[in-house]
C-alpha cells in the first residue's frame, strides 16, 4: 500500500449527515506516534520539526507533521533528513515509553470492544459491530475514542470507518492527521476509483511500473480491466488480489490476539565499531531496551537472536531457542553475547548490531520447565520478579536513563572506551 503522505486528504465531521451503516470496522491511527509522545514529555517541542532516529547512518523511526512539511518521512536515512531539516530536533527513540503509552491506547480500545487487532503499537482495527447496540452507532464510537485519546493521553488519532478493513484504512490515511472519515458502505468504488494505484495494498515501485506499462494510473482504471489482463502481466495470484482491492472486495475479518510475532531492536552506528568490546556493550543496551519492549507487551520470548552488519554490507544472524520463554533484559543479553563470542569477530568493521525475541508468549501463562538433566540447556536466570517492571516504570516516568545497567553509566574519562562489559 502507497504512503499516506501520498494520499489525497479529506475529512468529514462523522455528523449524523455521515452514513455509517453496515461500516462495523474501524481503523484507529495514532498521529506522528513516537514524536507525539516526547512533544508530551517535553512540550516546549510543540511546533518545533522533530524527529526520533539518530546517527547519521540511521533512519527516521518517526517524524512531527511539522518536520514533514520539509519532506521528512519514516524510514527516510537520517543523514537525507538532516540536509531536508537540518533545524530538526532530533531525539533517539524511548521504545518502552513508546509501549507504556501504547498500552494505555490499547485500554481505551478494549473498553469498546474485545475485538480489536493491533497492528503495530499506534494502529489497531477494531470490530465494534457487537459495541453498537451499547455504545451507539460506529461513527460515535470513533468520536468518543478520539475524545478519549486527547482528553486522557494528550495525543490525538485519526479514524476510518468503513464496510471493510482495507477501506478502513485507507479512510484513516486520508483524514490524517487528528480527523475522522466515513466511508458509507454504498460510496466504496467512488471513494475508491480516482486514488492512484499505489493506495492499494501490494503495489509498490515495481509493480506500480507495470501496470503504468498497461496504461492504468488509478485505482478505478484497475477495477475496469478485464482479469485476464492482469493476471499475465501480474501472475494469478496477484492479479486477482489487486483486481478485488479494486472494487472494494476484502473478505478478511478483524482477529482478535494474533499479537506480536517477534519484537526486535537494532542500532546502525555513525562509525564502524572496530573494538568487540564497545561491541558487546551496545549489545547489552540493546538487550536492555529489548527486555522493557517485551515486558511492556506482557510477553516472554523462547528464541533470541542477534544480528550483526558489517562495513561491507554482509549480514549474519544467529539464534538460539531457550526451553522458556525471558523478558529480562540482563537475561537476554546474556544469550545475545554468548552468540556474538560464538563468531570469533576479532577486528571487525561492524556498522549495525541488532538483538531479537521470537516465540513470543504471554508472560503471565509462561511456565518455567523444570531440568532434571543438569546437561539439558536451560534458560539463563532472570532478573528478580518485579524488578523489571520498577525499571520500566521510573523509565516511562523519568526517561529511558532513569535507571539502567552500570556498564551503561559514562564513565568519567574516557577510559570508558577500553571497558569490558560483565
Known amino acids: ?246 472494487r472494494g472486495i476484502d473478505p478478511r475479518q478483524v482477529t482478535p490476539g494474533t499479537g506480536e510475532k517477534s519484537i526486535s531492536t537494532e542500532r546502525t552506528f555513525d562509525r564502524d565499531l572496530t573494538d568487540p568490546a564497545l561491541a558487546r556493550l551496545e549489545l547489552l543496551r540493546l538487550s536492555d531496551e529489548l527486555g522493557s519492549r517485551v515486558r511492556a507487551k506482557g510477553l516472554r520470548g523462547r528464541t533470541i537472536a542477534i544480528k550483526v552488519r558489517f562495513g561491507d554490507f554482509r549480514t549474519i544472524t544467529r539464534s538460539r531457542t531457550l526451553p522458556e520463554g525471558i523478558d529480562d533484559g540482563a537475561a537476554i543479553y546474556r544469550i545475545a553475547r554468548e552468540l556474538f563470542d560464538a563468531l570469533g569477530l576479532d577486528q571487525p568493521r561492524i556498522r549495525l548490531l541488532g538483538v531479537r525475541a521470537d516465540q513470543l508468549g504471554e508472560g503471565a501463562e509462561a511456565v518455567e520447565q523444570l531440568a532434571f538433566d543438569l546437561g539439558a540447556q536451560v534458560a539463563p536466570p532472570q532478573t528478580p520478579t518485579g524488578l523489571g517492571e520498577v525499571m520500566d516504570r521510573a523509565r516511562s516516568r523519568f526517561g529511558a536513563q532513569a535507571l539502567r545497567p552500570g556498564s551503561l553509566v559514562p564513565a568519567p574519562t574516557s577510559a570508558r572506551r577500553d571497558q569490558a562489559v560483565p
Request: glycine share 10%.
Open 1 to 246: 500500500m502507497g504512503r499516506s503522505a501520498d494520499l489525497p486528504r479529506q475529512h468529514n465531521s462523522g455528523e449524523d449527515a455521515a452514513d455509517d451503516t453496515d461500516c462495523p470496522i474501524l481503523h484507529v491511527d495514532m498521529d506522528a506516534f513516537f514524536a507525539s509522545v516526547e512533544i508530551r514529555r517535553d512540550p516546549s517541542l510543540a511546533g518545533r520539526p522533530v524527529i526520533v532516529g539518530g546517527g547519521t547512518r540511521g533512519v527516521v523511526a518517526a517524524a512531527s507533521y511539522r518536520a514533514r512539511e520539509f519532506g521528512v518521512r519514516s524510514a527516510m536515512p537520517m543523514g537525507q533528513a538532516l540536509r531536508l531539516c537540518p533545524q530538526a530536533v532530533v531525539i533517539r527513540p524511548d521504545h518502552a515509553a513508546y509501549s507504556s503509552v501504547s498500552r494505555e491506547v490499547f485500554a481505551i480500545f478494549a473498553d469498546v470492544t474485545s475485538q480489536v487487532e493491533g497492528i503495530s503499537l499506534d494502529e489497531a482495527f477494531l470490530d465494534v459491530s457487537g459495541a453498537i447496540r451499547r455504545a451507539g452507532r460506529p461513527v460515535e464510537i470513533a468520536r468518543a475514542i478520539r475524545a478519549r485519546v486527547e482528553g486522557e493521553l494528550g495525543l490525538t488519532c485519526s479514524v476510518g470507518i468503513a464496510s471493510t478493513k482495507f477501506i478502513a484504512k485507507l479512510a484513516s490515511a486520508r483524514c490524517k492527521p487528528n480527523g475522522l472519515l466515513v466511508v458509507p458502505a454504498a460510496e466504496t468504488q467512488a471513494f475508491l476509483r480516482p486514488l492512484p494505484v499505489g493506495a492499494l495494498w501490494g503495489v509498490g515501485a515495481q509493480t506500480a511500473a507495470v501496470l503504468a506499462g498497461l496504461g492504468l494510473q488509478t485505482v478505478g482504471e484497475i477495477a475496469g480491466t478485464p482479469p485476464d489482463t492482469l493476471r499475465r502481466a501480474l501472475g494469478v495470484a496477484q492479479g486477482q488480489h489487486l483486481l478485488a482491492l479494486a
